[in-house]
């Protein structure tokens, strides 16, 4: 049970850092957009991902290469930057604010949320390489405890922003909230572009 704790608590401190993935949930959730689905593939994602490390990590410690890492960086700047210009484009003063009437179809929010998670090297660092080294010398049962509480805290956060910006979707109905929103997404996902760009100047 110490081991089930000292995951979760592990797991959580690290989740906590404000990140793409975390906005993203937190937007769906206002929109009201698929809000289950995302918080789930984002929780089975952490979940696979924290076995990932914790079970081959001794097999694989070469496993973030400085090449792998810059490979990731660029992509997830260009996803980064997709996502900055579509939010840019987006006309919010003729957006009918019904859920019913504006929803995305489900396949292009699977994509982002596939895309937030896995084009994202700090989930790789965090989850495989942190908490699979982490727990590397523990034996196997305190392995599995070790990573189901890191899961749980997963699940918890994902779920808990999510509808926590779902609830607080009901007081947020107006124009000019989204188009503040809008911005404060696009100086944050900005800052993040400018981070990972600087990251990749640094890594030539």
Do not use: R
């Not at 009201?32 to 984002?42: D, W």
């Not at 949320?113 to 790789?124: A, K, W």
């Not at 800052?191 to 760009?197: K, S, T």
């Amino acid at each position: 049970m110490s081991y089930l704790i000292l995951g979760f608590v592990t797991g959580m401190s690290l989740i906590l850092a404000i990140g793409a993935q975390n906005i993203f949930v937190i937007e769906q959730g206002l929109k009201k957009e698929y809000t289950f689905i995302v918080c789930l593939i984002c929780s089975i994602s952490d979940f696979l991902l924290i076995f990932l490390g914790i079970f081959v990590f001794h097999f694989f410690q070469d496993f973030f290469t400085p090449f792998i890492e810059f490979i990731l960086n660029i992509l997830l700047l260009i996803f980064l930057l997709h996502f900055i210009w579509s939010k840019i484009n987006t006309k919010i003063d003729k957006l009918n604010l019904s859920v019913k009437n504006n929803k995305e179809s489900l396949i292009p929010i699977i994509f982002k949320t596939l895309g937030f998670t896995y084009l994202n090297p700090h989930v790789y660092s965090d989850t495989v390489f942190f908490l699979g080294n982490f727990s590397k010398d523990l034996m196997l049962k305190q392995k599995i405890f070790f990573g189901l509480g890191a899961s749980t805290s997963s699940i918890i956060f994902f779920f808990f922003i999510g509808y926590a910006s779902k609830h607080l979707s009901n007081y947020l109905k107006t124009e000019e909230i989204w188009k503040i929103i809008n911005i404060l997404i696009i100086i944050f996902m900005s800052f993040l572009a400018f981070y990972v760009l600087a990251q990749l100047v640094g890594e030539m």
